[in-house]
């Protein structure tokens, strides 16, 4: 879907889009990708939040969405897919009172070692990734919060 705007703002999936002068296009796809044509000033964009479905094989379709969330039931091996050069991702792991320990396949992500959860349930480790060609590599992560 596409929009062209004319000395207005723009309102393009969850974001908001302003220009200074003439015609702008912002165009989303499908699958959430953001493409603009013109004079656009991205001022704020909000990504889907992808809940990831627990298990010993976890799958991170990168494009799905920004955020992810995972509750984790047992130790798993997270592989990402479809990862493109440009992305930002963000995974929300959240602790429960059983400790498990996150391991990343090397397909699809560079991670700086594995992720054990702990035993405080309800603590939340916050992962932030980036792609600079079709892999993310971790670029931070917090303690339990």
Known sequence: MGYTRFRSAVVAKDGFYTGEKGSE?????????????GNVDAK????DVVALTPGTAITMNAALGEIFTLTP?????????NAAAGMKKVLAVTAVATSYVLT???????VNGTLATGTSAGKVFMMTFA???????ETSRTTAL
Do not use: D, H, K
């Open 25 to 37: 296009t912002v165009v989303v796809s499908s699958a959430g990708a953001v493409t603009a044509a």
């Open 44 to 47: 704020t964009f909000t990504g």
């Open 73 to 81: 039931s047992t130790n798993a091996t997270i592989t990402v897919t």
């Open 104 to 110: 990343f396949s090397t397909v699809g992500a560079l």
């Open 131 to 137: 792609a600079p060609s079709t892999t993310l590599i």
